[in-house]
């Protein structure tokens, strides 16, 4: 399969992409024609048989061919690609910088034998019907009324709505308001333990991140305060008990409904990047915070919590 991407939002495309990878189960092979050259090691790649009997999905980012002019060499190259397609593989060109020139005969032949997907951001007039569109990409079924509640549940966070979708594929029967919400409750605890994985890491980029996604769930600061300082307080008893030396079922009989074996694996595997003092002195910053917050003390209680969290990704408690 061949496929023709443009548009002027780099997220969405990226979307896309990963979108179409997902589908074709294959493994990804990234060229961008600014930096590699010419396209014989894309011709190449799009003929070869990958070792372990995938699909590639040969990406090619900024194909110039298709905004100018190109020589003979790469002329009969793409010829080849167009006319007579890799059947182990596929191949998608796309530009989210400018639009391809409609006028190439380049461009006239691949759009002939390709997918063409104009990727624009949907408007409040047609973001109805785009959702529409990859819900039944997806064959995904709802019961009546359902579908509504999860446009109103993801707004016009796109990303949110196909990771979610993505989950909901995976169900046979069709989606009721119960599957819904047991799927956004889970899709919520997976994105705070995410959060205060990168934060404990001190990994500023990942954790504010992940912080913006949770309020977009939560839609209050107060809700992700309360989940925080769960979480933390597990952290703390995971690191008291390792340090005596219990085993790992040990600590997962003690610490009961509120561990699993992943969730103490990745717990085991973040408490290197921190220690006990640091995660006490965050404890004491957010009991603080939260004793202000019911007395009225903040005008903006979101900058006042993120700035909690910046001091602890900076080092500021560790001192």
């Known amino acids: 399969m061949i496929y023709l991407i443009t548009g002027s939002n780099d997220r969405?495309?990226?979307?896309?992409?990963?979108?179409?990878?997902?589908?074709?189960?294959?493994?990804?092979?990234?060229?961008?024609?600014?930096?590699d050259g010419d396209f014989e090691d894309i011709h190449q790649a799009f003929y070869s048989i990958n070792l372990f009997g995938t699909k590639n999905v040969i990406v090619v980012r900024n194909p110039y061919f298709l905004f100018e002019s190109c020589g003979a060499k790469d002329d009969k190259l793409l010829n080849q690609c167009v006319?007579?397609?890799?059947?182990?593989?596929?191949?998608?060109?796309?530009?989210?910088?400018?639009?391809?020139?409609?006028?190439?005969?380049?461009?006239?032949l691949i759009k002939s034998n390709a997918q063409e997907l104009i990727i624009e951001n949907p408007g409040p007039y047609n973001y109805y019907d785009y959702v529409a569109a990859l819900i039944n990409e997806r064959n995904i079924k709802f019961t009546s009324g359902v579908r509504d509640k999860l446009i109103n549940y993801v707004k016009n966070d796109i990303e949110l709505l196909m990771n979610i979708l993505d989950k909901l594929s995976l169900i046979d029967e069709p989606i009721n308001e119960e599957i819904l919400l047991q799927l956004i409750e889970h899709n919520s605890e997976e994105q705070t333990f995410e959060f205060i994985n990168s934060l404990l890491k001190h990994d500023y980029q990942k954790t504010f991140s992940y912080l913006d996604e949770c309020l977009k769930v939560?839609?209050?600061?107060?809700?992700?305060?309360?989940?925080?300082?769960?979480?933390?307080?597990?952290?703390?008893?995971?690191?008291?008990?390792?340090?005596?030396?219990?085993?790992?079922?040990?600590?997962?009989?003690?610490?009961g409904g509120s561990s699993s074996?992943?969730?103490?694996?990745?717990?085991?595997?973040?408490?290197?990047?921190?220690?006990?003092?640091?995660?006490?002195?965050?404890?004491?910053?957010?009991?603080?915070?939260?004793?202000?917050?019911?007395n009225n003390t903040y005008y903006e209680e979101r900058s006042e919590f993120e700035n909690i969290i910046l001091n602890f990704c900076r080092g500021n408690y560790a001192k």
């Open 12 to 35: 969405l495309i990226r979307l896309r992409l990963q979108d179409i990878i997902k589908k074709s189960e294959g493994e990804p092979l990234n060229f961008d024609c600014r930096k």
């Open 83 to 108: 006319d007579n397609p890799s059947k182990n593989n596929d191949l998608i060109f796309y530009s989210q910088e400018k639009a391809f020139d409609k006028r190439l005969k380049m461009y006239k």
């Open 218 to 255: 939560n839609n209050s600061v107060v809700s992700i305060l309360y989940l925080l300082v769960s979480q933390i307080r597990y952290f703390y008893a995971v690191s008291f008990l390792s340090k005596q030396g219990k085993s790992k079922d040990f600590i997962l009989k003690s610490l």
């Open 261 to 294: 074996q992943y969730r103490l694996n990745k717990a085991l595997e973040t408490l290197r990047y921190t220690n006990d003092k640091e995660l006490i002195n965050l404890l004491f910053q957010l009991s603080e915070f939260d004793y202000n917050l019911k």
